[in-house]
C-alpha cells in the first residue's frame, strides 16, 4: 500500500510558517540571540545554571564556632560517623563497631562540666545554649537513632548546612493521629493483599512485599508531598518486590485485572498484537488526586534484568519534561528543571551496588541533556539479594554507597519504623526540591520468604529467618503501636481489613469474566496504530526549495561565530555547491536535510551519543564551535523566528547502557520526537546488549509500547581490526521476527536497513515520523562511505514522490546478457562494482539488499525476473560466514524468493575481523574477485 504525503510548502502554511515563493526565502532568518552550548547562552535542552551567590557564615557564627571549637569537632563527628552506630537493621543481626570519633574526650569535652554552651552555628537543637548531656542526648537521637544519614561530603556548604538543620529537627516532623491510621491501614491492606493473594495462588511467585510494607507509607507520603509542592508527573521505576502492592494499593490498578494474570490469563484483550510479559512486569499510568490536586504517576516496565530499568525512566522522565516545557525545555527564563516532573527511582539493595547500570547512570545525573533536576531513590534494602547476604555482594558499608559518586545525600531508616520511614521521605523531597539533586532513602528491612514465594531461604539463611519467622510483621507491630497510644483500636483496622478481604475475594471472582483494557496509543499516542501485517510504501520525499533552505541552513552560523578555517573551506562551502547543483549529496548533507525537514514540519529530533555533534568521522558537524570563545552553536535551531521543531545534540558520556537505555526512555514518551542514538564504532552496542533484549526487541510485543528509536551503528571491514569493524547484525538479525516461510509486514519488531546511498538513509530518518505508528531502526551505517564520491545521491532523489527501496537492482547491464547475480548489502556493492568495470564482466548483475528486516521476498522475486537468462545467484559479503547477513538471507532466498543461492565471502571466525594487516588485504582482494570466477 502507497501513502503518498510529500513534505511541500503548501501542506504546511499556517502550521509551521509561511514561504514567499516569489524571493524563494523564508520571512525571517534567525534568531538574534544566539543559543550557546556551556556557556551562559546555552542552547536547545540545556540551561546553564544561574551562578550560584557565596553561601555567607555570620561573623557571630564563626566567633562562636571559634570559641566553641571542640564542641563542633564533636557534632560534626556525629554527623559524620553516627549513622555506624544508628538503630536501623530490623533483625538486629548486624555488629555494630565501635566509633571511637564519638567519644567528647576525644575533644576534650566532660559531661561533668556544668556548661552551657552558646550552638549558634553549631547545632539546631531547637533552644540556643544546652549542656554537653543535651546535646549528646540530642546527637545520639537524631543521628543514632531509627534512622541516620550520610551528607558530610557534599561539596556546597549551603547544602551541608542545609541538610543538618532539617535532619536535626527531624523529631518535629511529626504525623497527626489521623495520619497514622491512614498509615496503620495501608501498611494493614498491603499485608492483606499479600496474604489473601498467598492462600489463593499458592503456586505464583508474586514477590510480595511482606516485610518490606512500609514503603507504602514512603510512596504516600512523596506523592502526596509531590502534588503539593507543585509537581505535576511523576515517573517511576521499580523491581517485581512489593511492585503488585504499590500498583493495587497505590496506583489504582484494577485488581480482577492482576488476578486474572495471576490465573494464567492475557493482560491484554484479544484484538492486541502480543505476547505479554509475567506478572511481576506489570505497570500502569494514572491520574491520583491528593488534596484536590492531580498529580499523573507513571510506572515504567521493569525486566527481570535488575536495574535496568534506571536509565529507561530517566530518559521517560526527560521526554516528559520535554513535552510539558519543563525546566530545559521552557519558554520561562526563571523555570528550573523538575519544576513539574520528578523522577522516582525503586531499587533492591543487591542489584543496586552490584549492577554497573546504576553507576553509568549515576554519572549521567547532572550531565547536560541528561539531567532530570534530581531522581528520588529508594533502596528497598531486604539484606539479602536471593541467596547472597551483604559481605559477600558488596565491598562496601552499605548497599548505598555507589551514590557517593556524585555525593548523593543518603538516609537509612529502620522499615520497622514506618512513622521515621515518613519522615525520611519528607527530608528526601525538601532536599530534591530545594537543590534539584539526586538523594537516596535506604528502607532497611526483611523479605518475609525466598526470593520468591515457593523458594526456601533456610538453606542459606537459617539464622536470619529464625528471627523473621519468630517476630510479629511491621503492620501488626504498627497497629499495636497506635493502640497502646490510644489513637486507634484493633478492631477498628481489622474491620476494615475484613472489608477488604471480602471485596478482593469478589475481584478474584470477578477475574475469570473480567475483560482486560489495552492501555496505550493514547493521550499524545492518539490517532497511532500498531503497524500492519502487510508492507506499505510512504512517500517521504520533500519539495525542492524546501530541501535547498534546510540545506543551506545547516551550515549556516549565527553572526559573530567563527568557524574553523578547515570547516569553512571543506564542509560549508562543499555543502552550499552540492546543493545548488543539486548533485553529489553526501551522507552527512542527506542526513541534515531528513532532521532539518523534520524540524520544519514541527518535529522535534534527538541525537545523541558519543562525539555525535562533531561526529566519530568527522562528517557531521551539526553543531558548530567557535574558534575564538570555545561555544558552540546548532545551525538548523536557527532556520527561522517562528520555528516550533528543534534538535537537541546530546554529546554522551561515554556509556552505552545507560545512554541507549535512556533515548529508548525518552522514545517511548512522545511519538513526535525523533530519538537517534549513534555508536561510535558499531560494535559498541553489546555494551548495551541488555536493553536492547529486554527493551528495544522485545517492548512492544511485551508491553505494547512502541518506540521510533533510531540505531546507527557504523559498520565496515575496512582493515581496523576485531573490535572496529563489524557491527555484528547478525545479533540483531537473529532478534527480528521475520519469517523464514512466509512475506514480512511491516509489524516486525525491529527494521535493520543497511543503505548503500545518502538518499536511501534520508528516506529511512524521514519514515520514522511519517508513518502513524513507530518501529525501532537498526541502520547499518557508514564509514568509508561517508566521502565515497561513487556513493552519493542526486537532489531529485529526495524529492517529491520519493521513498525508501528495500532492493536496488541493476540498471547498469542487459538483463537478457545476465548469466550470474550477485546479491549483496552495503558498502561492499561499490568494491564488487569496481571489480566488474575492470573486469568488463557484463553478464554480471549486482542486486543491493537495502532492506534486511523486514526481508523484501516480494521486490526480490521481482529482479530475479528480470534475468531470464541467470544461472548462477551468489550471496556476497564482505563479512566472515558466521557473520553479516548470510546465515539470515539463506533460507529466505530459498523459501520466500525461491532460489538457492552460493556463498562468496570470508570464512568463519571467531572474531569478526582479523587485526593483521597483511592478512585484510589478502581477503579482502579474496572476496571481490571470487564472485567473477
Not at 489 to 501: D, F, G, L, P, R
Not at 562 to 578: A, T, Y
Request: glycine share 8%.
Amino acid at each position: 500500500m502507497y501513502r503518498f504525503a510529500t513534505l511541500s510548502v503548501s501542506s504546511l502554511k499556517g502550521r509551521v510558517w509561511a514561504f514567499r515563493h516569489g524571493s524563494q526565502q523564508l520571512y525571517s532568518s534567525q534568531r538574534q540571540v544566539t543559543r550557546h552550548y556551556h556557556s551562559k547562552h546555552g542552547v536547545y535542552g540545556y540551561r546553564p545554571k544561574s551562578e550560584r551567590s557565596p553561601y555567607e557564615v555570620a561573623e557571630s557564627v564563626i566567633a562562636n564556632r571559634v570559641k566553641n571549637a571542640n564542641l563542633l569537632r564533636l557534632v560534626t563527628a556525629y554527623r559524620q560517623h553516627g549513622h555506624k552506630k544508628a538503630n536501623i537493621d530490623p533483625l538486629g543481626l548486624t555488629e555494630k563497631s565501635q566509633v571511637p570519633e564519638l567519644n567528647p574526650k576525644y575533644y576534650g569535652l566532660s559531661s561533668e562540666d556544668q556548661i552551657q554552651y552558646d550552638l549558634e552555628g553549631i547545632l539546631n537543637i531547637g533552644k540556643p545554649a544546652a549542656s554537653l548531656e543535651e546535646i549528646l542526648q540530642h546527637l545520639e537521637s537524631i543521628y543514632c537513632g531509627t534512622v541516620s544519614a550520610e551528607f558530610t561530603y557534599l561539596e556546597e556548604e549551603k547544602e551541608r548546612e542545609w541538610f543538618s538543620n532539617q535532619f536535626e529537627q527531624l523529631r518535629q516532623h511529626t504525623l497527626s493521629a489521623d495520619e497514622k491510621k491512614a498509615l496503620a491501614l495501608q501498611l494493614a491492606k498491603s499485608q492483606e493483599f499479600d496474604h489473601l493473594t498467598h492462600v489463593k495462588f499458592t503456586t505464583v511467585k508474586r514477590y510480595g512485599g511482606e516485610g518490606a510494607e512500609s514503603m507504602m507509607g514512603f510512596l504516600h507520603q512523596l506523592f502526596s508531598q509531590a502534588a503539593e509542592s507543585g509537581l505535576e508527573q511523576v515517573l517511576m521505576c521499580m523491581p517485581h518486590r512489593g511492585r503488585n502492592n504499590v500498583l493495587t494499593g497505590l496506583l489504582q490498578f484494577p485488581p480482577p485485572a492482576m488476578f486474572r494474570k495471576m490465573k494464567g490469563l492475557s493482560e491484554f484483550p484479544d484484538n492486541v498484537q502480543a505476547s505479554g510479559d509475567v506478572l511481576s512486569h506489570l505497570t500502569n499510568s494514572v491520574d491520583i488526586d491528593y488534596n484536590g490536586k492531580t498529580l499523573h504517576v507513571t510506572m515504567v516496565p521493569n525486566p527481570s534484568h535488575l536495574e535496568a530499568n534506571s536509565p529507561v525512566v530517566m530518559g521517560k522522565a526527560r521526554g516528559r519534561q520535554q513535552s510539558v516545557k519543563d525546566g530545559d525545555y521552557s519558554d520561562d527564563p526563571n523555570a528550573r528543571l523538575g519544576d513539574k516532573v520528578l523522577c522516582l527511582q525503586i531499587h533492591g539493595d543487591a542489584a543496586f551496588c552490584a549492577q554497573g547500570v546504576i553507576s553509568e547512570t549515576f554519572n549521567t545525573a547532572y550531565c547536560p541533556h541528561f539531567s532530570v533536576g534530581g531522581s528520588m531513590h529508594l533502596i528497598v534494602n531486604n539484606q539479602v539479594g536471593f541467596t547472597t547476604e551483604a559481605q559477600q555482594g558488596r565491598s562496601s558499608l552499605y548497599c548505598s554507597d555507589v551514590g557517593k559518586m556524585i555525593s548523593c545525600p543518603v538516609i537509612h531508616v529502620n522499615g520497622d519504623h514506618p512513622e521515621d520511614v515518613v519522615r525520611a521521605c519528607k527530608i528526601a523531597m525538601a532536599y530534591r526540591q530545594e537543590f534539584r539533586k539526586d538523594v537516596i532513602v535506604d528502607l532497611i528491612c526483611t523479605r518475609r520468604w525466598g526470593h520468591n514465594e515457593l523458594d526456601d531461604p533456610t538453606f542459606t539463611q537459617p539464622l536470619m529467618y529464625s528471627v523473621i519467622n519468630s517476630r510479629q510483621s511491621v503492620p501488626d507491630q504498627y497497629v499495636n503501636q497506635l493502640q497502646e497510644e490510644g489513637i486507634v483500636e484493633k478492631q477498628e483496622i481489622a474491620t476494615e481489613v475484613a472489608n477488604y478481604h471480602k471485596k478482593l475475594n469478589e475481584q478474584i471472582a470477578e477475574a475469570e469474566v473480567y475483560v482486560p483494557k489495552a492501555n496505550f496509543l493514547e493521550k499524545q499516542w492518539s490517532g497511532f496504530v500498531q503497524a500492519p501485517s502487510h508492507i506499505t510504501v510512504w512517500d517521504t520525499g520533500v519539495e525542492k526549495d524546501i530541501l535547498k533552505f534546510v540545506g543551506g541552513k545547516s551550515v549556516e552560523a549565527p553572526s559573530g561565530v567563527e568557524v574553523h578555517h578547515k570547516l569553512m573551506k571543506g564542509h560549508i562551502k562543499h555543502r552550499k555547491q552540492r546543493i545548488e547543483e543539486g548533485s553529489n549529496i553526501d551522507w552527512s548533507t542527506a542526513e541534515s536535510m531528513a532532521i532539518g525537514s523534520l524540524l520544519y514540519q514541527g518535529f522535534n529530533v534527538r541525537i545523541s551519543g558519543q562525539d555525535v555533534g562533531r561526529g566519530t568521522f568527522s562528517h557531521r558537524h551539526v553543531m558548530l564551535v567557535d574558534q575564538k570563545t570555545d561555544q558552540i552553536c546548532v545551525p538548523l535551531n536557527h532556520i527561522s523566528e517562528e520555528q516550533t521543531g528543534f534538535l537537541e545534540v546530546a554529546n554522551s558520556s561515554l556509556s552505552e547502557q545507560a545512554v541507549l537505555s535512556f533515548e529508548y526512555g525518552m522514545s517511548i514518551e512522545n511519538p513526535n520526537s525523533l530519538i537517534i542514538w549513534e555508536a561510535q564504532f558499531g560494535d559498541f552496542f553489546n555494551g548495551a546488549q541488555i536493553a536492547i533484549d529486554t527493551y528495544i526487541a522485545s517492548g512492544e510485543t511485551k508491553w505494547l509500547l512502541q518506540s521510533g528509536l533510531v540505531m546507527l551503528l557504523p559498520h565496515g571491514m575496512d582493515g581496523a581490526g576485531p573490535e572496529h569493524s563489524s557491527c555484528r547484525m547478525e545479533r540483531f538479525l537473529l532478534q527480528c521476527d521475520s519469517k523464514e516461510s512466509g512475506i514480512d509486514g511491516d509489524n516486525i519488531n525491529i527494521q535493520i536497513a543497511n543503505p548503500t546511498t545518502p538518499a536511501q538513509y534520508f528516506h529511512l530518518i524521514r519514515r520514522q515520523m511519517v508513518r502513524n505508528y513507530r518501529k525501532p531502526l537498526v541502520v547499518i551505517a557508514p564509514k568509508i562511505l561517508l566521502r565515497l564520491p561513487a556513493a552519493t545521491s542526486q537532489l531529485q532523489d529526495m524529492m517529491g514522490q520519493t521513498y525508501f527501496q528495500p532492493v536496488l537492482g541493476d540498471k547498469s547491464v542487459d538483463p537478457n546478457s545476465v548469466t550470474k547475480v550477485l546479491f549483496v548489502t552495503g558498502k561492499h556493492y561499490y568494491a564488487l562494482r569496481r571489480q566488474r568495470e575492470s573486469l568488463q564482466a557484463n553478464n554480471v548483475a549486482i542486486v543491493r539488499v537495502e532492506s534486511l528486516s523486514p526481508f523484501p521476498a516480494m521486490e526480490l522475486q521481482q529482479e530475479v525476473k528480470k534475468y531470464p537468462k541467470a544461472k548462477d545467484f551468489l550471496w556476497c559479503q564482505d563479512e566472515h560466514q558466521n557473520s553479516g547477513a548470510w546465515t539470515f538471507v539463506n533460507p529466505r532466498f530459498q523459501n520466500n524468493v525461491g532460489i538457492k543461492l552460493s556463498y562468496v565471502g570470508r570464512g568463519p571466525l571467531a572474531a569478526p575481523a582479523t587485526g593483521i594487516g597483511e592478512i585484510h588485504k589478502r581477503e579482502a582482494k579474496e572476496v571481490i574477485e571470487k564472485p567473477f570466477q
